[in-house]
């Protein structure tokens, strides 16, 4: 559930989740709503045109086949050695195929609404797994753990980061390798509604924010590093984030050709976004995405700040209710979905595709297929993209 609600749209979300709405914006405390991990197969190699073989999206259709059914699952990576791996709510990691427990944390997990497992990934080794859950105080906790055939150690389990959560919703907890190595943390801006906090904007917490850690490089008392180029490295605020003024960033990709970084964020009360911030102008370092001021390209409770990066695309909510961010299509079996930003909203089976040259919005398309509720993308070990349903089954995406 997203800020405020008609009746008409609470009914159906009622209808469709009632307790595992995790990544939804809700209106109150209460509602409940590297190598990169991504496999880097695709249909263009990095000195080549990364759209040769695309069609305009109007020009072709597309389709979804079930391949595997989790309970609520929230993640799907895929690790060095091409194993899947899906995270479902309640704290498990397990192999997709195989269906063998990974990781079981299930007694240090909170589940409730918004909260639960909801990210992880694997370093380029593939010896590290890092996973972000709510812990038992409702806090996002961030860990490592040692990972060796198919199984991560429990004895390993190291705490990098634990960030204090004032509500239980706006949780974020999308974990990525970046290309440059480092870990990046997607947190929301705290929850309840109209961030109270103002935490969007408030560069002195670590809410409503994207963060860049060094997980190998402990120092000054942490259990990580700081990369020497973050925004606030030297001072001026938390030294750990990237960017900031997101409201509750509900799942971000690196484009596995050109490294441009796209971010889904879900809206409050009319507007959700696309951000994508490309790799040429920084890919979003010190990046302010304008919330709790803006929300979208609309005032909220202010003007854009200066200098504030708008998103490339945005709907109002008689499209939807709660954005599913996705990746970037580079897989082999669709070549003329090259370039594509996949994505979705939790009110909607279908599927969303755009293109952009550069932070312009070259092209959008709504593909009428049925992927359940959508609550999270990944990339298969093939380059192809996976829709994983709040309902617990798993489609990959094919030509129509």
Not at 11 to 26: E, G, I, P, Q, R
Not at 220 to 244: M, V
Request: charged letters at 25%; glycine letters at 12%.
């Amino acid at each position: 559930m997203t800020g405020s609600r008609t009746p008409t749209i609470r009914n159906a979300l009622v209808a469709l989740a009632v307790t595992a709405v995790l990544l939804a914006a809700c209106s109150s405390e209460d509602d409940a709503s590297v190598g990169r991990d991504e496999p880097t197969t695709t249909s263009a190699s990095s000195d080549s045109d990364p759209t040769d073989g695309a069609k305009p999206l109007d020009e072709f259709d597309l389709a979804v086949r079930e391949v595997g059914t989790f309970d609520v699952p929230t993640a799907y990576r895929v690790h060095p050695d091409g194993t899947a791996y899906v995270s479902e709510k309640s704290g498990r990691i397990l192999a997709f195929d195989a269906g063998d427990v990974a990781l079981d944390i299930r007694s240090s997990v909170t589940d409730d609404g918004e909260q639960g497992f909801l990210g992880f990934a694997f370093d380029r080794t593939g010896e590290r797994l890092y996973v972000s859950y709510s812990d038992t105080t409702g806090d996002t906790q961030i860990s490592e753990y040692a990972f060796a055939e198919g199984r991560a150690d429990p004895s390993s389990a190291r705490s990098l980061l634990q960030v204090g959560q004032p509500f239980r919703n706006h949780n974020g907890g999308d974990v990525h390798l970046g290309p440059d190595g480092f870990l990046y943390i997607a947190l929301g801006d705290g929850g309840s509604s109209g961030d109270p906090e103002e935490n969007g904007q408030d560069t002195s917490t670590l809410l409503g924010s994207v963060l860049r850690i060094d997980p190998t490089a402990p120092a000054d008392g942490k259990a990580y590093g700081i990369p020497a180029d973050n925004p606030f490295a030297d001072g001026g605020g938390a030294p750990e984030i990237y960017l900031y003024g997101v409201r509750n960033p509900w799942r971000m990709a690196f484009d596995s050709v050109t490294d441009d970084l796209w971010i889904a964020d879900v809206g409050q009360n009319t507007w959700e976004e696309v951000t994508v911030l490309p790799a040429a102008s920084g890919a979003g370092l010190g990046a302010n995405l304008g919330w709790d001021e803006v929300e979208g390209t609309h005032r909220f409770e202010g003007p854009a700040p200066q200098g504030a990066t708008p998103p490339v695309f945005e709907y109002d909510h008689d499209e939807g209710c709660s954005i599913t961010g996705g990746f970037v299509y580079r897989g082999s079996a669709i070549p003329a979905l090259d370039g594509a930003y996949l994505f979705a909203d939790l009110c909607r089976s279908t599927i969303r595709a755009l293109r952009a040259d550069g932070d312009r919005l070259v092209e959008e398309r709504t593909f009428d297929v049925d992927a359940g509720t959508p609550i999270s993308f990944g990339v298969d070990p093939s380059g192809e993209i996976v829709v994983l349903s709040q309902s617990g089954a798993v489609y990959r995406i094919d030509a129509g």
